[in-house]
């Protein structure tokens, strides 16, 4: 399945809940984002097209997932960034590679050379995906604990970390 095709599975049409973080969204676009990505028109109207290079654009490409080579953990990591924000995805991959490793890189919530080079490297990628879900999950229990008014989505966000 493509990276975009995961998050439309997860991610539905316009919303506008007041109790949801990201405010407007469509396509799990938020306004926020389709406009420092150019998008100029009312995020109602956004298109299943226009959010496809959104997200090819601000997350896959941006962020390097691109050039991650276990797709599983490149989808992953697109996914946790849709829905957590880029920086939180991936430190969620750093810390991650480094609870299951001796040599540790930096967490600082950026893929450049080090991330990228470790994780292509490292010799059991099924761990590190597991591990992904598992910090994922933790992260949505930790808002849950922490807003009481987010545990309405935590169900939602549950089917993301199989």
Do not use: C
């Not at 799990?28 to 109207?45: L, V």
């Not at 226009?50 to 050039?67: L, R, V």
Request: proline share 4%; hydrophobic share 35%.
């Amino acid at each position: 399945m493509a990276f975009k095709e995961v998050i439309i599975k997860y991610e539905g049409g316009y919303s506008n809940d007041p109790i949801d973080r990201g405010g407007k969204t469509k396509y799990g676009i938020t306004e926020e984002i389709a406009r420092n990505a150019g998008y100029e028109g009312p995020i109602k109207e956004l298109t299943l097209e226009d959010a496809k290079e959104i997200y090819y654009q601000h997350y896959w490409a941006n962020h390097h997932y691109n050039k991650i080579e276990n797709q599983e953990i490149a989808i992953k990591l697109f996914d946790q960034a849709v829905n957590l924000g880029p920086p939180t995805a991936n430190r969620l991959l750093q810390r991650a590679y480094n609870i299951l490793n001796q040599d540790t890189i930096t967490v600082d919530g950026i893929v450049g050379p080090q991330t990228l080079s470790a994780v292509n490297q490292y010799p059991h990628p099924d761990d590190l995906h597991h591990l992904l879900n598992v910090l994922q999950a933790m992260r949505y229990i930790q808002i849950v604990e922490n807003d009481e008014s987010q545990k309405r989505f935590i169900r939602g966000w549950l089917k993301r970390t199989k």
